[in-house]
């Protein structure tokens, strides 16, 4: 299984302009192949979670290469106080979530 995963990324990307996004069967999950240094290019892993019309939230999303960064950023997005503080910040700019309007009917 992950050798049959392993070619069908090495196919995928194969004649795939370095910096441009694969998509994968995982929402908000992209594949990217940097230019070629002088071993070889690198394969990362893009998140840029998908917004209500279905195209990514962000230009450019989080980039990963290996399964270190991914804990890292895992243990980050899991702290409560990281939550806090963004909501914070929401408030001191002005930009606190608004309830959604109930429809009135006439």
Do not use: C, H
Not at 1 to 6: A, H, N, R, S
Not at 9 to 26: F, G, H, S
Not at 39 to 61: A, Q, Y
Request: charged letters at 35%.
């Amino acid at each position: 299984m992950v050798k049959e995963l392993e070619n069908r990324i090495r196919e995928a990307l194969k004649d795939v302009k370095p910096w441009q996004r694969v998509p994968t069967t995982i929402n908000g999950i992209y594949l990217l192949k940097t230019p070629a240094d002088v071993t070889k290019g690198m394969i990362m892993v893009e998140i840029n979670p998908l917004n209500d019309r279905g195209t990514p939230m962000k230009s450019k999303g989080l980039f990963l290469k290996n399964t270190i960064e991914f804990e890292g950023f895992k243990d980050i997005f899991e702290n409560n106080k990281v939550k806090d503080l963004l909501n914070i910040i929401e408030k001191l700019d002005g930009k606190e979530k608004t309830k959604e309007v109930q429809e009135i009917e006439l």
